[in-house]
C-alpha cells in the first residue's frame, strides 16, 4: 500500500513564525512531492513541486526532500494568519498522485 | 482566465436521482482526473484519463462513471446518488515533466 503521512495537526504557530510541516511516505519509486494549500470548502491549490533531494525555495515557502529517510517537508518563513489551512502533501506515482491527509496550520495573530 | 472550470460550483439532488457533474479546460493537458473529497479527508482518486484512455481505479464504485468526448471536456456522471456520495468533486488536469496536478475549484455536491 503507497502511503503518504502527515500528522493532522492543528500545528498552531504565532504570526511571523516559522511554520514546519512534515510528511513520510512509502513509496520509494516516487519521483515528485507536492504541497498544496487547501482552505476550508475550497480545492486544493498548488504551492511547489520538488523532486532532487534538498531545498527548493519560492519566495516564503522552503520545500525540504530527504529521499533516504523518505520525508518532505514544507517551511513557511514569516506566517501569516493567511496561511491558516490545511497542507496536503502528495507523492507521485505514474500519472496519479497519493496524498496524505493534510495538516491544519493555524497561524494566530 | 480560468483554466480548469468546473459546473456547477454546487449541486442540490434527491436520493437516486441522476447527476451530471462536468469539468473543462483551457489547457490542453492529456490526463484528466476525477477526484471525490469528504470533509477533513484527502481526495480520493475516482478515475483518470489519458486522452481518452479510461483508467477507473478498483474502489470506484459502479454508480459512478465518466465520459471525455475531447481533451476539453470531461464529465462525471453519478447514476443513483446515495447519502454517502455527498461530498466535494474536484477535477483536475496533469502538466507534464514533472506532473503537477492542477484543480478545478470544486463541485459541492448535496443528495437530499
Known amino acids: 500500500q503507497k502511503e503518504v503521512e502527515q500528522n493532522s495537526g492543528p500545528l498552531s504557530v504565532p504570526e511571523g513564525a516559522i511554520a514546519s510541516l512534515n510528511c513520510t511516505y512509502s513509496?520509494?519509486?516516487?519521483?515528485?512531492f507536492f504541497w498544496y494549500r487547501q482552505y476550508s470548502g475550497k480545492s486544493p491549490e498548488l504551492i511547489m513541486f520538488i523532486y532532487s533531494n534538498g531545498d527548493k525555495e519560492d519566495g516564503r515557502f522552503t520545500a525540504q526532500l530527504n529521499k533516504a529517510s523518505q520525508y518532505v517537508s514544507l517551511l513557511i518563513r514569516d506566517s501569516q494568519p493567511s496561511d491558516s489551512a490545511t497542507y496536503l502533501c502528495?507523492?507521485?506515482?505514474?500519472?496519479?498522485?497519493?496524498f496524505g491527509t493534510g495538516t491544519r496550520l493555524l497561524v494566530s495573530p | 482566465d480560468a483554466m480548469v472550470i468546473q459546473n456547477p460550483r454546487y449541486q442540490v439532488t434527491q436520493f437516486g436521482k441522476p447527476v451530471t457533474l462536468s469539468c473543462s479546460q483551457t489547457l490542453n493537458h492529456n490526463v484528466m482526473y476525477w477526484y471525490q473529497q469528504k470533509s477533513s479527508q484527502a481526495p480520493k482518486l475516482l478515475f483518470h484519463y489519458y486522452d481518452k484512455d479510461f483508467n477507473n481505479e478498483a474502489d470506484t464504485p459502479d454508480n459512478f462513471q465518466s465520459r471525455r468526448p475531447n481533451t476539453s471536456f470531461c464529465f462525471l456522471d453519478i447514476r443513483s446518488p446515495g447519502l454517502g456520495d455527498a461530498a466535494m468533486y474536484l477535477c483536475?488536469?496533469?502538466?507534464?515533466?514533472?506532473?503537477?496536478?492542477?484543480f478545478g475549484p470544486g463541485t459541492r455536491l448535496t443528495v437530499l
Open positions: 502528495a507523492g507521485s506515482g505514474f500519472q496519479k498522485l497519493v
Open positions: 513509496d520509494r519509486g516516487s519521483q515528485s
Open positions: 483536475a488536469t496533469l502538466a507534464v515533466p514533472y506532473n503537477e496536478q492542477f
